[in-house]
């Protein structure tokens, strides 16, 4: 897995594991450093670093919020407002023919992704899901955010959601993967080019009545 897929986990492990031992001031600092690095890590891709700036901005306006509120849930509203914030960024890359499953795995996978025009159909209809998922996602954890304690959202949030979220990044991959494997081998098959026509015959077609 890229290493940057993990680094995107640390802010939730540190907030989580701070907010077992200390006052939420302190857990909200910590989740909020641990986003600071994850933001210094991926900035230096364009796409990529633009989106996590995005992030980035909404988590330091919840974490600034959950501070002066003391309140953990504040700063947790952050993962839901993201997502739902996110579903309209998919529908403007479509429209601008620049669909952010495309610019993201192009960075991700530049070998693999590389290979497709950054408009491609599996690009496009690939972006159209995780729209979709992006909105229920959010909508989900909204849910349960609301119900749960910090404790039991962080886990619970994780356990119910995490199952779809691997198999819908697993299935990105597979399609990616495929179509890129298909272009391939039609770049690579040869080309049959017309046999030359025979002089004679074509007078003869000439000639004809």
């Not at 700036?53 to 952050?78: Q, T």
Request: glycine letters at 8%.
């Amino acid at each position: 897995m890229n290493l940057r897929i993990l680094l995107s986990l640390l802010p939730v492990a540190v907030f989580f594991g701070l907010s077992r031992v200390a006052p939420p001031w302190v857990s909200i600092s910590g989740g909020f450093a641990a986003s600071t690095l994850v933001f210094a890590t991926n900035r230096r891709d364009r796409l990529i670093g633009s989106l996590t700036a995005f992030g980035f901005v909404v988590v330091a306006i919840s974490a600034a919020i959950g501070i002066i509120w003391s309140s953990e849930k504040a700063y947790l509203a952050s993962g839901p407002i993201a997502e739902f914030l996110f579903v309209p960024l998919f529908g403007v890359s479509m429209i601008m023919r620049r669909p952010l499953v495309g610019g993201i795995s192009q960075e991700l996978f530049p070998k693999i992704a590389g290979r497709l025009a950054k408009d491609a159909p599996v690009f496009m209809w690939l972006s159209v899901a995780w729209a979709i998922f992006d909105f229920f996602l959010g909508l989900t954890r909204a849910l349960m955010l609301s119900d749960l304690s910090v404790g039991e959202y962080i886990i619970w949030s994780r356990v119910v959601t995490w199952p779809f979220s691997a198999a819908l990044l697993g299935a990105t991959a597979y399609f990616i993967y495929r179509e890129a494997k298909r272009l391939e081998a039609d770049l690579d098959s040869p080309v049959v080019e017309p046999a030359p026509s025979s002089p004679a015959l074509s007078r003869g077609v000439e000639a004809a009545p």
